[in-house]
């Protein structure tokens, strides 16, 4: 921690500012002391595909770091984010110093690599009412622990996340108002049938 604290620097970021671009050189490991970040991949044609929800104590350290030196990946803020940047070279000496920092390391790069190739086969394999539905859960579950959450994407955002159009995020979405599945706004989700939204994630 000593040389961590004398190695680092901490910056803000307001939302939708970048954090990392992708393709640029990756000279330091960034870690999120507070808010909610986008990790997304910078595709064709201008799309992007975001990968992950990122926030507090989320350290973001790979893999092009360990491959071409280059982020594979950008990341900017979603909320208000406090992040530390901390230089790869100190990152290395630590894991070449801590059996146990190197133990936790690798544990968490191979989480994250799980969560990609499950994320990999949602998008292959589900259809669209069922990445959608995977999705809200995901933001109930995973990053709010609510039923009832703020939605802290946009609709085209969601459709990045879930691999389609934000016309069809427009439409799944109504379609699942109306049958009373969830509640919403540009701004809110409320879940009222978790059973039914479930089912709809697994079988699609």
Known sequence: ????????YEASFNPSEI????????SNAIFLVSGLAKVY???YAGRNLIINLVGQSTLL???GVHVNSRYCYSVAAVTQVRACFISFDVIRT???GSHGFAVGFIEDLSDKAFRMHHKVLNLTQKKMHGRLAEALLYFADNIFH???YDMVLTRRELGEMTNMAKE???????EMEQEKIIQSTPRSVMILDRDKLQVISEKG
């Open 94 to 96: 630590i894991i070449s």
């Open 61 to 63: 350290a790979g893999p």
């Open 19 to 26: 954090i990392i671009k992708q393709g640029s050189p990756a």
């Open 146 to 148: 609510s039923d009832n």
């Open 41 to 43: 991949m910078e595709c």
């Open 168 to 174: 069809s995020v427009v439409r799944i979405m109504d």
């Open 1 to 8: 921690m000593e040389i961590v604290n004398r190695n680092r």
